[in-house]
């Protein structure tokens, strides 16, 4: 996200730099992380009591994982390997492309898309909504003994 930002489009080198360096830290480190973090996600859902729909906040962590996931290998690496592309085949004329230009402004947005989505996850993690009734009431403060005649 950063390293987008500050991508200077009026000098090519530059441009093609920092679309390189994006391109490889999204190869070679935020692939690997997403990798693991579904590999730990599928720990947790498969071999703890957590389970993925036993408690509703870790299914809607889960299902929103997935959805960032597919966001980021078929519309944001898509994007990025397209421009990439048009920066190779035709140097300082790629810049002034409505197609790279299109596909920089739509790669821009998605990336929003992920940053708010994982916010959202941490939040999820750190309130755990959605409880089940017994939880809620027994954080309350309520004596088992009522709990049990709901």
Do not use: C
Not at 18 to 27: G, H, L, M, Q, R
Not at 83 to 104: C, G, R, T, V, Y
Request: charged share 20%; glycine share 6%; aromatic share 16%.
């Amino acid at each position: 996200m950063a390293l987008n930002l500050h991508i200077d489009f009026t000098r090519y080198d530059e441009a093609y730099l920092s679309y390189k360096n994006i391109v490889t830290i999204s190869d070679q480190i935020v692939r690997w992380g997403a990798i693991g973090t579904l590999l730990v996600g599928f720990t947790y859902g498969f071999f703890t009591n957590w389970g993925f729909f036993k408690h509703r906040w870790v299914g809607v962590k889960f299902i929103l994982y997935i959805i960032q996931t597919f966001v980021g290998i078929f519309i944001v690496d898509e994007l990025m390997r397209e421009n990439m592309e048009l920066l190779e085949a035709q140097k300082e004329l790629a810049l002034s492309n409505p197609d790279f230009i299109k596909n920089h402004i739509v790669r821009q947005y998605a990336v929003y898309f992920q940053i708010v989505v994982t916010i959202f996850i941490f939040i999820i993690s750190f309130i755990r909504p959605w409880k089940k009734k017994k939880e809620l009431s027994s954080k309350a403060g309520i004596p088992k003994n009522i709990q049990n005649t709901r």
